[in-house]
């Protein structure tokens, strides 16, 4: 298997400053897999990650490669953090958009990612991780330690 690095998305923008294009181009097409991504102009894709990365961290899995031909971002998963006044004020973690490059999938990364996240939530005083996913993806995350608990709804402005 390709050799394959993890690393927070906004320090990956600040190692490249020059290739933030490319960086938005490759993440927003692995978004891509997971749901409808529109185009994104480069500053407001900035000020997102920003926004997010003080909330929480989205960490990516890359091939790193001199020849930005050959660059790609194959995996993300995200967390954000929310305070909370119930159980003494500890914080409750929302894992989302968690994506695998097609290819790359069967090969371990999503778990890794998974780790990464939860260990997160531990150093940031969570007292529980809490994710949404597909009936057909229940049986990989009870495998991460996530057990269905409750029930999700939603409602949908767009």
Known sequence: M???????????IHQYPNNIDIIKCKYLNLLSELTI????????????????????????????????????????????IEPKIIRGGQNVGH???IVVKNNFRGKGIS?????ELKSIAREKNCYKVILDCDESLKTFYNKCEFEEKGLQMGIYFL
Do not use: V
């Not at 390709?2 to 990956?12: G, M, P, R």
């Not at 778990?111 to 780790?115: A, F, G, N, Q």
């Open 37 to 80: 991504i529109s185009l994104m102009d480069t500053n407001i894709f900035l000020d997102k990650i920003t926004l997010i990365h003080q909330m929480g961290c989205i960490i990516i899995s890359y091939i790193n490669s001199p020849d930005l031909e050959e660059f790609d971002i194959i995996a993300s998963g995200t967390i954000i």
């Open 2 to 12: 390709t050799k394959y690095e993890s690393i927070t998305l906004i320090n990956l």
């Open 111 to 115: 778990k890794d990612i998974l780790e």
């Open 95 to 97: 894992i989302e958009d």
